[in-house]
């Protein structure tokens, strides 16, 4: 089945003067001209111009564009690209989102935001080794444990566990303030989507090993610190509450 632009047009969402410039600069032909001067446009050509619309999105020049697509890249190879690509973005839109959201609350209640958490997330590995450094030497100094040399940095992954890691530990900072006991079903349920989270992201763990993380959180003062300098009384709660979660599991 063959398309004419003002079909290709409404079916894509394109105004009919972008098509036109496709054609023009040689990025999206139609396969045939009609006798009567009709650009006509077949699958091959709606799945390029799929291509195309996806590359814009990610804010790909034309020329850039052109320069991949004439390439003659396979389709899986290019959507499998795009997707990545798109998944990139979505983190870090996601991440600018929570940070709006922390913005929006600080505001309304009349506070000043934390700058610590006013650009959360770092776009390059060095901004995590920086600031994971002051972590890095105690651990080495302490436990003789390089944590950088032993978990090489994904920024895209750490930006996700970042986000996902105070998600967790505000949802039970709040708990802990609210006064819910270490079982009560909503404390229970954010360890649940923690973990959750963790085993589908590449971090194998399981109750029994996240208890044991919590309760080295509590009896180390570095981390123990880092809990408590969120609520007071959090590194305490947050072993207990896993425990709890680790016990009623083998019930």
Known sequence: ML???KEISHLANVTIKTLHHYHKIGLLLPCKVSEAGYRLYGMKELER?????LYRELDFSLDKIK??????????SILSEQRKLILTRK??????IQTI?????????????????????FESEAGW???LS???EYLKETYGYDLLEENPIDVQSMNKSAMEAKRFTDGMAKALKDGLRFDDEKVQHLIYQHLNFLNNHGHETTTADFAKQTRFFLNDDFHRNMLEGQQA???????????TFASDEKR
């Open 101 to 121: 959201d922390d913005s929006i609350e600080h505001a309304q209640k009349g506070e000043i935001t934390d700058k610590s958490k006013m650009f959360r997330g």
């Open 3 to 5: 398309y004419t632009v």
């Open 134 to 136: 002051e972590q890095n």
């Open 49 to 53: 111009l799929q291509e195309i619309l």
């Open 129 to 131: 080794k920086e600031a």
């Open 91 to 96: 983190d870090r839109l996601e991440q600018l």
């Open 233 to 243: 009384g959090l590194s305490y709660y947050l072993c207990i509450a896993a425990e």
């Open 67 to 76: 320069e991949i697509l004439d390439g003659e890249p396979d389709r899986l």
